[in-house]
């Protein structure tokens, strides 16, 4: 009985804790792009060189901070609610997890990005991220088998499903829905390539010692 009180007690303490340091991740990511779209307006927009223009070799370079860049204060403000949720949902199943995910669809989305969206035009923002963590969040606990993140997947699409699908309209100007769908489907991939497996009964063992 004491060694199940004991195992109990530290596994609610872990969930405590990794509650506890997603929420400080997102709040600082979030408060690193509104950091970042401050310096841009005082600098003359000069960080909105770090989008992504198609099919230039040198933009390459751009994949990655083009996701923690914005055009202006109200574009950065409609991604802050839904990347500190999604983010935080994310960010529960394990931080290392969490981030291996993050960057493998920042850099699909930013390469789908690259190739795919019209001439001429200059993309930025962490939506991609948003809809690949939208994906990610909807089919991982069907791809794990894990009761919890398949209700976590069907509460996610029930709140923002429509608006999700809306960002996906080829027919909205000055939205990137190439880039939203190439994020939705990289979180999709994430899922699986990234899922998490039980332990075999070897090391489930080991986890429930005193």
Known sequence: ????????????????????????????????????????????????????????????????????????FGHVASNTVPLLVLGFLAALGGIRRFLAVCALIVVADGLGVWLLSPSGTNTAGASGLIFGLFGFLLVTGFVERRPLGVLVGVLVAAVWGGSFL???????????????????????????VLRRRDPGPAAAGVLRAP
């Open 1 to 72: 009985m004491a060694m199940a009180d004991s195992w109990s007690t530290r596994r609610a303490w872990t969930r405590g804790d990794r509650a506890l340091s997603a929420a400080k991740l997102m709040l600082g990511w979030v408060a690193l792009l509104w950091l970042l779209e401050a310096v841009d307006a005082a600098t003359g927009n000069a960080l909105d060189g770090f989008g992504i223009v198609p099919r230039t070799p040198s933009e390459l370079v751009d994949v990655v901070p083009a996701a923690f860049i914005h055009f202006g």
């Open 166 to 192: 809306a960002g996906l309209a080829p027919t909205q100007s000055g939205v990137s829905w190439q880039g939203h769908l190439v994020g939705l489907v990289a979180g999709v991939v994430a899922a699986f």
